[in-house]
């Protein structure tokens, strides 16, 4: 036996393995979210920070949850509600996304519908299902940092989503082929996206279906936030659309995400996926082999509170995130030097800055953290490409209003007191 710092069997003593040799090549695009690691800064008292994307803890129906939960655990239900159960998900919660669904010009069935842990889940299997190395997804530039990290692990190429751009589906596909694959699919996210806030007209959703038909690919619909609207008239959803062009969801491309992260609560993990039967078949395949099925408990427990008050819950908590997302554009409009530009949003939780050129959002974050202690997402995550250093994401969902106001007016010093 060797002792004392030899090698044995590839193990250095005291250095342990050489890890990186043995994981896989889709290990290499597996990097630290720069959001997570910022999300560790809310837990800092004299921080104000504008870096989550998360729901306001204070705003969740905890009182019903914990009345549903009980209900799950008590009667008939408990040995269900703790037992091992279908992968296709809660058929009770199912057939009430039916009716939602159908609210939102889709209709289905239950056969339409598969749970999900989370709809950052479905992203992941979704990404399984169609991307072999090398595959092009069409993204937004900008687009969700989560849904790259999902892609990621399928080794695909990007190429940028640009529905109104004069750019052919043959000049798509050729770029895709010169990369050693094929367009797979087109993923956006068409209500108050994450990071931007903005959301897609009505043009530009028949748009990328016009590119997705030309090119015969997938529409992968991200919808977390489409609740959560503060003005304007609702849009419907890339799938209704799709629907109202093809005669049903069996002849649609479209695959739409859904959450009650944002809605209910995002701890229990609860998300949804609607399309074709075809694809549902394959994604409960693959759910089988990943987690069996999501938690039966949390799925009990939204279906209680959706069904007693779903709209009551997402009225409530749109009337705290309106009143926020106003503080946040007033104390903008008063406090940022001139030159800086954002999106003023319809619904969901975020604002986007855009810097003069030659900013950098990271050293604008290292100041803003050491002299006004405000935290923000400096926006070059979000783009597949690296670029977009001058573009910053400030999310108002968690702080109050006089929060927002006195974070913004610190922010506006850092800013004024940068320079390019
Ligand atoms: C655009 C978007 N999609 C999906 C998700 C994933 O949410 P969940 O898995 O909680 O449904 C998020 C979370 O922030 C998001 O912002």
């Not at 905890?62 to 091992?84: I, M, N, P, R, V």
């Not at 940092?145 to 750019?167: C, I, M, S, V, W």
């Not at 800055?353 to 050293?363: K, Y």
Request: with cysteine; glycine share 10%; proline share 5%.
């Amino acid at each position: 036996m060797q002792q004392d710092g030899a090698h044995a069997g590839g193990i250095t003593a005291g250095h342990g393995l050489d890890w990186p040799a043995l994981f896989a090549t889709r290990a290499d695009r597996m990097k630290a979210s720069e959001i997570r690691e910022l999300l560790k800064l809310l837990d800092q008292p004299d921080v104000i920070s504008f870096a989550g994307g998360i729901p306001d803890p204070a705003l969740f129906p905890a009182g019903e949850f914990g009345a549903a939960l009980t209900a799950a655990l008590s009667g008939d239900s408990k040995g269900a509600a703790l037992q091992y159960s279908v992968s296709e998900g809660y058929k009770p919660l199912r057939e009430w996304l039916v009716t939602r669904m159908a609210s939102l010009g889709v209709p289905c069935t239950a056969e339409n519908i598969m749970i999900t842990s989370g709809s950052q889940q479905a992203l992941d299997y979704l990404g399984k299902l169609f991307l072999s190395k090398g595959d092009t997804a069409l993204v937004g530039w900008p687009t969700y940092l989560g849904a790259l990290q999902a892609f990621n692990a399928y080794e695909p190429h990007y190429d940028r989503l640009t529905p109104h751009a004069n750019r052919s589906a043959a000049d798509y596909g050729e770029t895709a082929a010169a990369n050693g694959g094929q367009v797979k699919f087109a993923y956006a996210s068409a209500d108050f996206a994450n990071p931007t806030g903005e959301t897609l007209p009505e043009s530009a959703r028949q748009a990328i279906l016009d590119l997705a038909t030309d090119l015969d690919i997938a529409v992968i619909e991200d919808a977390a936030y489409q609740s959560l609207r503060y003005d304007g008239a609702e849009v419907p959803p890339l799938l209704a659309l799709d629907i109202a062009r093809t005669g049903s969801i069996e002849a649609s491309r479209t695959i739409y995400c859904g959450s009650f992260s944002k809605t209910l609560a995002p701890g229990l993990r609860v998300g949804w996926v609607c399309a074709a039967k075809p694809v549902i078949s394959k994604l409960v395949l693959i759910k089988q082999a990943s987690d069996l099925h999501s938690a039966t408990l949390n799925q009990m427990a939204i279906h209680t509170v959706a069904s007693n008050g779903f709209e009551s819950q997402v009225a409530k908590i749109k009337a705290a995130y309106r009143a926020r997302r106003d503080a946040m554009l007033k104390a903008l409009e008063t406090y940022m030097p001139r030159g800086v530009t954002w999106t003023k949003p319809d619904g969901g939780m975020f604002v986007w800055v855009t810097l003069p050129e030659g900013f950098d959002g990271a050293s604008l974050l290292a100041e803003s953290l050491r002299t006004e202690r405000v935290a923000f997402v400096p926006g070059r995550a979000f783009f597949a490409d690296g670029s977009g250093a001058n573009t910053l994401r400030l999310s108002f969902s968690c702080a109050s209003e006089a929060m927002i106001d006195e974070g913004i007016k610190r922010l506006g010093r850092v800013v004024g007191g940068a320079s390019a």
